[in-house]
């Protein structure tokens, strides 16, 4: 069964770091874009981070100069590095990724499961 597979997240002191991963559990052909988004409680969800699967990126001007996203192919892991966190910055970060199961099929959109980040104070 495919699916993304986050972990990294935790609680933090403002000012501090955390790395987030996600990885694609199963097997599958390919995969293009992978992104990142957060929840916080009483909002929508937001688009932190993108990254094509040739390295190509952007970002959301609220995370821009302080999240950095990358990916390693051959891991099948996605990353997000968040420096400089600030107390808004606490929500459920979840990772997303358009994956081809076969070369025959088109990509589908998986969503991982969310990993919460606490920034304290």
């Known amino acids: 069964q495919v699916q993304l597979v986050e972990s990294g997240g935790g609680l933090v002191q403002a000012g501090g770091s955390l790395r987030l991963s996600c990885e694609v559990h199963g097997t599958i052909f390919s995969i293009n874009d992978m992104g990142w988004y957060r929840q916080a409680p009483g909002n929508q969800r937001e688009f932190l981070a993108v990254?094509?699967?040739?390295?190509?990126?952007d970002y959301a001007d609220s995370v821009k100069g302080r999240f950095t996203i990358s990916r390693d192919n051959a891991k099948k892991t996605m990353y997000l590095q968040m420096n400089s966190l600030k107390p808004e910055d606490t929500a459920v970060y979840y990772c997303n990724a358009d994956l081809k199961i076969s070369m025959w099929r088109p990509a589908v959109e998986y969503w991982g499961q969310g990993t919460q980040v606490t920034v304290s104070s």
């Open positions: 990254i094509t699967s040739y390295g190509t990126t």
